[in-house]
């Protein structure tokens, strides 16, 4: 199996625009996760679905930040309109069971 | 809530030191355990497991036992590599049948030759 996919691996955006990030779980895998990881404030959960429906979201920041899963093997974040402050490392992951599977990471930067 | 408490780093061993990174948690219920490895530039990946306490963990020389009374997973390895470096997370997730995990805040090792 390729594992978690998710792209793009780097982003670079000016502030005021719109970025998307996406995800492809591991095929059979139900749960899917949405993480932000930064130096100050660690490993953050942001919104997790179970069979494609949000489950939580408790953990989304503001109303600028949407996430989707329109099927089993997508998902997107969406960012609109980005700050500075939303610089980060955002992980992608999937269960198995209670064992995650992380994605490569998507490394935003907005300047 | 569930919570899970590790020792703050970074910790930093010469080769071939011995590695322990303690780890406590507080759940309601009977969680597994785990430890993930993040290295540089990567997301996390799961190190080693235990399901049940009394358990052992084991893996690349690393290994972890679920002490129920202590609450603690913490992680040993007998001797380190350069190749360690990295962040070691501990978690917990409930088997209640809810698999949303809970993450310490990460140690990281720095291991100089």
């Known amino acids: 199996d390729a594992g978690v996919i998710q792209s793009p691996r780097h982003e670079v955006t000016e502030m005021g625009q719109e970025v998307t990030l996406r995800c492809k779980p591991i095929?059979?895998?139900?749960?899917l996760f949405w993480y932000r990881q930064t130096m100050m404030r660690g490993l953050e959960l942001l919104i997790y679905?179970?069979?494609?429906?949000?489950?939580?979201d408790s953990g989304m920041p503001e109303d600028r930040f949407s996430a989707k899963m329109p099927n089993a093997s997508f998902s997107t974040l969406k960012i609109q309109p980005s700050e500075p402050r939303d610089s980060a490392v955002y992980f992608c992951?999937?269960?198995?069971?209670?064992?995650?599977?992380f994605g490569p990471g998507t490394r935003l930067t907005v300047l | 809530g569930d919570s899970v408490t590790q020792m703050e780093g970074p910790v930093t061993l010469s080769e071939e030191a011995c590695l322990t990174i303690?780890?406590?948690?507080?759940?309601?219920?009977?969680?597994?355990l785990f430890w993930y490895v993040q290295y540089p530039g990567e997301g996390l990946q799961l190190l080693l497991k235990?399901?049940?306490?009394?358990d052992k963990g084991s893996n690349k020389g690393f290994e972890a036992t679920y002490r129920k009374e202590t609450t603690s997973f913490h992680l040993e390895k007998g001797s380190v590599q350069v190749s360690d470096s990295a962040v070691y997370f501990c978690?917990?997730?409930?088997?209640?049948?809810?698999?949303?995990?809970?993450f310490g805040r990460g140690t990281s090792l720095i291991v100089h030759p």
């Open positions: 978690a917990l997730s409930d088997t209640g049948g809810s698999y949303i995990p809970t």
């Open positions: 235990a399901t049940k306490a009394d």
């Open positions: 679905f179970n069979n494609n429906v949000p489950i939580d």
């Open positions: 303690n780890c406590t948690y507080t759940a309601t219920g009977y969680p597994s």
């Open positions: 095929s059979g895998h139900d749960y």
């Open positions: 992951a999937s269960n198995r069971g209670n064992e995650q599977f």
